[in-house]
DNA sequence: ACACGGGACTTTAACGATAAAGCAAAAGGA
DNA sequence: TCCTTTTGCTTTATCGTTAAAGTCCCGTGT
């Protein structure tokens, strides 16, 4: 690869005029010196060193984001969605999935010299600890109830959960069941799972907690919950629930082809709900009702408050914002 | 962030010495010493700057791969199997996507000095011009039926798609219709319509060709598809197909909610044929009927000659291996 | 005629690491 | 005992780039 000597050199000029060039310093080159480097580098096919350049400025223009799984399409979402946003800023993404679920890092991201973090909390998870003790901002995404010393774009999962909830009752939902994720042990305080048992004791109805089995993989996900889809299939029609709200709309999808295959009707004999309105539920046959998670605003929040603490030298209190959820009235329930 | 210099000075020996105790040099710094520079570099939780070390040593221990779309499954599938076995030969990923389908990049890879590059080339598409005159090597997937002078893991479309036009013959559908990807202007010589048309004729059935409505952006995708469907489904019963293959899963998937929409019944009314065989379509209340493309095999045998040109020099002939595909009986067809 | 201020470069010293060569002291061999 | 290795470090130069400071020349104003 051709570097910036090359060029210099070709041209009779010093590194430092290619340089100036390339980064469009006003006035720094003359219009007849500036051709001719360009020339040149077009003929020797010359790109600027990317971990040089970064080294040289103390910046490298890049981002590190941190998700749990591109398994599930609603972190792709997230991903193409802050990588659009990024790159209007001029900034790259460096992505790294957690996808144990135990929260540590496979590592990918560390000793990359990034600008600054975009990090997926889990709910009921700390939210420091995921990067170790770093110089560059982080901002989480995550649940809003945090009251913490971080800059937070948080999710309000309470409200779209709750109007969910209110809205299988106007149905006259009986006998509900929620589906929580295997790995959220403290589920009792996340906030989905809080929003559906509050709407349920107001309602004096009664509420099962399913869990799928047990997996570290991702890619069991979908398995794993078409399964439970299979069990609740094969009960009596007594002791099954009329509804199940789930903690995630890839889980809802798979619950619902779980039921079908079974031979039941969704929404006729049980009903679905879901949550994060992936595009996948939204091209069901029967789009899936669930509870959408506005992406955009939660990338564009996240973005400005890091944007700010880069660019900016933003020394503010941290900030936290948060965003809402709304129900998506589909066809599932 | 800490450097080398501040654990140099924290230990008083010099940077090298450190560095020799990172790198694992053996015999190169004595027990005692290395106990104190991990100690120091633990205490002031130094983390080596890998874009200067990549500068320093010529190395980035980091391939570039390029895939289309991050919405498709199969590509996410692809990127976690080349980028566990690409960890396990000690290197990163960096992912790039030309979501326009167009086959221009986005330039999200270039300037960054990789060790070398993963490529899927579109069927139809030039293998070269993807990267500009790139002196790292790259190792291309694709349709196997090319003969030039690059590195490439072919698939082997025909067979599958073949095996699967066969055993719709055997089932007894009559008139079919194949999905086209829109941007596949020269579908023609796309050797999965192939294997569908030249089965055809040989059965002496008829086939049509369907394309989703013009979109060049990949989340367009499913709703596009999703229509043909419910399109298929409205047509009388007489002049509408028996049977669509797809050119993917993620298109088949979509036709089928699409027809249901329509209030169809798959297969009984209309049968369906996917490609790729991913996960989603296997976890569906009937699995779908597809070509299951052994993803992990093209990833070992594109990282395999990929490592050897990198680390081994390797400098014989363009290699150009293909891999099978093989009909996966589901439930649509 | 002469200082003065740009304009258009060049020079120097980093950035954080590594490769390669250098060097002093301890260990080993004759 | 003296010379040669080996051990355990340090020094120097370099990777490709940039920031900051330096240089030279030319046109201007007085």
Redesign the pocket.
């Given at each position: 690869?051709a570097?910036?000597?090359d060029i210099a050199q070709a041209c009779?000029?010093?590194?430092?005029?290619v340089?100036?060039v390339?980064?469009e310093k006003p006035?720094?080159?003359?219009a007849?010196?500036?051709e001719r480097v360009l020339q040149a580098a077009q003929r020797l096919n010359y790109?600027?060193?990317r971990m040089?350049?970064s080294?040289?400025?103390?910046k490298s223009d890049t981002l590190g984001m941190v998700i749990s799984d591109l398994r599930n399409p609603f972190y792709v979402e997230m991903l193409e969605c802050a990588e659009k946003l990024a790159a209007e800023a001029g900034y790259q993404l460096l992505v790294e999935t957690h996808r144990d679920l135990s929260g540590r890092l496979t590592g990918r991201l560390t000793g990359w010299p990034l600008d600054g973090f975009l990090v997926w909390a889990h709910s009921g998870q700390s939210l420091e600890g995921f990067l170790g003790p770093q110089s560059a901002p982080v901002v989480y995404w995550g649940d809003a109830r945090r009251d913490d010393a971080s800059d937070v774009v948080g999710l309000d999962l309470y409200s779209g959960s709750r109007a969910a909830a209110e809205y299988a009752v106007r149905r006259g939902y009986s006998r509900w069941a929620f589906l929580s994720p295997h790995y959220q042990s403290d589920f009792r305080f996340e906030r989905r799972f809080c929003a559906w048992d509050d709407v349920c004791r107001e309602a004096s109805l009664r509420m099962e907690t399913l869990w799928p089995r047990e997996t570290e993989r991702p890619e069991n996900v979908r398995a794993n919950c078409r399964e439970i889809g299979m069990e609740l299939a094969a009960r009596p029609a007594l002791r099954r629930p009329r509804l199940v709200a789930c903690y995630n709309d890839v889980a809802a999808i798979a619950v619902i082809q779980g039921l079908r295959r079974g031979g039941l009707r969704v929404p006729e004999d049980v009903a679905v709900i879901g949550f994060d309105g992936i595009e996948e539920g939204q091209m069901m046959d029967r789009p899936l009702t669930t509870v959408q998670v506005p992406i955009e605003a939660m990338c564009r929040g996240a973005l400005e408050i890091l944007l700010a603490r880069i660019e900016e030298n933003d020394v503010r209190a941290p900030q936290q914002v948060v965003v809402p959820t709304r129900l998506i009235e589909g066809e599932t329930a």
């Open positions: 690869m570097t910036i000597k009779g000029v010093s590194a430092m005029t340089s100036y390339f980064n006035g720094a080159v003359g007849a010196t500036r790109q600027p060193n040089a350049r080294l040289g400025r103390r």
